[in-house]
């Protein structure tokens, strides 16, 4: 079992930053890939980033590619999104979510979201 806590949203003006936190407790394997999703009103969830720990890669979305820096500390557990540069298209609940990659491609565990609203 595990268990995924987000924190550190809120409201931003365009072009500032916000950095998301998402602590992770429980059953965590260093195999484990931790991502950040996203869903704005009356659209579907999208994928916004991974970070693969073992391997130590990461991937974005190309709508935020540049902007936004996926990292964890392994010591406390805790995946961050720091996110600059923002925009008001970046408004949405962001989630974060894991997944064992030698189980499959489903996201298995999630967070229960934080909100980030941008303003114009």
């Known amino acids: 079992q595990v268990q995924l806590v987000e924190s550190g949203g809120g409201l931003v003006q365009a072009g500032g930053s916000l950095r998301l936190s998402c602590a992770a407790s429980?059953?965590?394997?260093?195999?484990?890939?931790m991502g950040w999703f996203r869903q704005a009103p009356g659209k579907e969830r999208e994928f916004v980033a991974s970070l693969d720990r073992s391997a130590g890669t990461t991937l974005y979305a190309t709508s935020v590619k540049g902007r936004f820096t996926i990292s964890r500390d392994n010591a406390k557990n805790t995946v961050y999104l720091q996110m600059n540069s923002l925009k008001p298209e970046d408004t949405a609940v962001y989630y974060c979510?894991?997944?064992?990659?030698?189980?499959?491609?489903?996201?298995?565990?999630w967070g229960q979201g934080t909100q980030v609203t941008v303003s114009s």
């Open positions: 979510a894991t997944r064992d990659p030698l189980i499959g491609s489903t996201y298995d565990y």
């Open positions: 429980g059953r965590i394997f260093s195999r484990r890939i």
